[in-house]
Structures are given as structure tokens and as C-alpha cells.
Nanobody, 123 residues
Framework: VQLQASGGGLVQAGGSLRLACAAS????????MYWFRQAPGKEREFVAA????????NYADSVKGRFTISRDNTKNTVYLQMDNLKPEDTAVYYC?????????????????WGKGTQVTVSS
């Protein structure tokens, strides 16, 4: 699976951004999708997960109620709608894929990674 994230940018606190992750390759079929983020000087952390058919969805506590993960398998694309953004959401956001579903994965659990997209939230 090849993954390409896009949609990052600079936004003021309280604003919104929508990230997209386009996937290619046969292995996308059946793959569960994830978003992680990494702030400067910090470890990469889990943000959101969605199962292959979208029946299971999980979020990190820090983004619950503000972020929404979704997917369109006809377009091989996963989205992360981020609302009410806070300065502490500033990070490089990465999409990842794995054939196993994890409620709260570690970055080492993921088989496939895309290049990140920078999200900067100003106060």
C-alpha cells in the first residue's frame, strides 16, 4: 500500500481542516486505516482509527468530539475532519494502514506509512 496525505496547513485556533489520505495498491483492500501525529520533540501518537468497512472507529481522548475519521473505499481515500483546533494539535499528521485493527495502536504496530502533512494551529 502506498499512502499520500494532504490537506495540512496553517489555521487559527477554533478553525477547521480536513486531511485526506489517498491509498494505492491491492493491499488497500481490507486494510484498516489510521491517523497518527508527531509534534516536535514528542513521540508519534495515535489519533484515530477506522476499520475496513467503517464499522469500528476509535479516537484518542485528546481529539474525541473534535475530530472525525471517515473513508470512501470507492476512492481509496481516508479523511480526518478536524474541528475546533487547538494549538496543541500542531504536529505532522501521518496516515497509516494495517491488516489488523487496533483500538489504540502504537506506531510500531503499523505496516504501511505515508509521508506526513504539517498542521499548524496558531493561538
Amino acid at each position: 500500500v502506498q499512502l499520500q496525505a494532504s490537506g495540512g496547513g496553517l489555521v487559527q485556533a477554533g478553525g477547521s481542516l480536513r486531511l485526506a489520505c489517498a491509498a494505492s495498491g491491492r493491499a488497500f483492500s481490507g486494510a484498516h486505516m489510521y491517523w497518527f501525529r508527531q509534534a516536535p520533540g514528542k513521540e508519534r501518537e495515535f489519533v484515530a482509527a477506522i476499520s475496513w468497512r467503517g464499522y469500528s472507529i476509535n479516537y484518542a481522548d485528546s481529539v474525541k468530539g473534535r475530530f472525525t475519521i471517515s473513508r470512501d473505499n470507492t476512492k481509496n481515500t481516508v479523511y480526518l475532519q478536524m474541528d475546533n483546533l487547538k494549538p496543541e494539535d500542531t504536529a505532522v499528521y501521518y496516515c497509516a494502514a494495517d491488516l489488523n485493527y487496533y483500538n489504540d495502536p502504537k506506531s510500531s504496530d503499523m505496516d504501511y506509512w505515508g509521508k506526513g502533512t504539517q498542521v499548524t494551529v496558531s493561538s
